[in-house]
């Protein structure tokens, strides 16, 4: 498995921007599919994004679609999550993860990821 750390979050207002980063250890990330999830006060953890292994392709849920992207690089063994437009309804702990055999097209089903950070906490207020 591969350990992760996430970095970035913090509090910010309405309408800001933070860039949230992880990473990864291991000299076979480019073998990983990643995603962020995020979990909120008394809600289950929601997919986020996702990226392939190659970091061609991408995928978000419908809530965040047009003001975040995901991306990686492999060299260094990170993955960012660029966060735009922020709502106080994006308020939630943040997580990476990584699928060693997960497919791309079900980067957003939980159960494929094998490998979880610690998560790092974003709070957006009114």
């Known amino acids: 498995q591969v350990q992760l750390v996430e970095s970035g979050g913090g509090l910010v207002q309405a309408g800001d921007s933070l860039r949230l980063s992880c990473a990864a250890s291991g000299r076979t990330f480019s073998s990983y599919l990643m995603g962020w999830f995020r979990q909120a006060p008394g809600k289950e953890r929601e997919f986020v994004a996702g990226?392939?292994?190659?970091?061609?392709?991408?995928s978000y849920s419908d809530s965040v679609k047009g003001r975040f992207t995901i991306s990686r690089h492999n060299d260094k063994n990170m993955v960012y999550l660029e966060m735009n437009s922020l709502k106080p309804e994006d308020t939630a702990v943040y997580y990476c993860?990584?699928?060693?055999?997960?497919?791309?097209?079900?980067?957003?089903?939980?159960?494929?990821?094998?490998?979880w950070g610690q998560g790092t906490q974003v709070t957006v207020s009114s």
């Open positions: 993860a990584a699928s060693y055999s997960g497919s791309y097209y079900r980067a957003a089903l939980r159960t494929q990821y094998d490998s």
């Open positions: 990226i392939n292994r190659s970091g061609g392709s991408t």
